[in-house]
């Protein structure tokens, strides 16, 4: 199974882009690993929020298979710990799925259309981050949780 990370533009800041890049090199380590930045919108200013979401929503399910799997990382998600998230994770890794996709939308969130395809929803937190943020909050845990799934001492249970 591979897995993908779709998010909305590039990474605006260096440490969080270094973050990234670091964990995205650990989860390679595991499996088959994709981050794909999806087209930012442009003059965003004179858009909007409903116009913004359907564009970025459009663009999200362009870049989707019919047979992915897609879990929207969205504040009304289920939330998992990080023992429960690896085996949510081991689940659909052992499902016979070819891609599970994972996706960050822009500032706004997603399009009715968007969540309509969606197969799944996740959240981090009850708390509100940044979508920038989110990507390496998001790309940490999946390192987390594949760490727990083969007993590789990174994280550590109380």
């Known amino acids: 199974m591979k897995v993908h990370l779709h998010v909305i533009g590039k990474t605006d800041e260096k440490y969080l ?7 995205v090199t650990r989860i390679g380590n595991f499996l088959p690993f994709e981050l794909v930045f999806l087209t ?3 003059h965003r200013r004179h858009l909007s929020v409903s116009e913004q979401k359907k564009i970025e929503g459009n663009n999200i ?5 019919s047979t992915d799997y897609m879990v929207l990382l969205d504040e009304t998600g289920s939330q998992y710990d990080s023992p429960a998230f690896s085996v949510y994770l081991q689940k659909h890794m052992l499902s016979g799925l070819k891609r599970l996709v994972f ?6 969130g997603f399009s009715p259309q968007v969540y309509a395809r969606a197969n799944d929803t996740l959240s981090l937190s009850v708390m509100t981050f940044s979508h920038q943020m989110v990507r390496l909050i998001f790309v940490e845990q999946l390192y987390r949780a594949l760490s727990i799934a ?7 249970s109380g």
């Open 17 to 23: 882009e270094q973050g990234i890049r670091n964990y």
């Open 40 to 42: 930012d919108l442009k």
């Open 61 to 65: 399910l362009a870049s989707v298979l």
């Open 103 to 108: 996706v960050i939308g822009g500032p706004y």
């Open 150 to 156: 083969k007993n590789i001492p990174y994280h550590h």
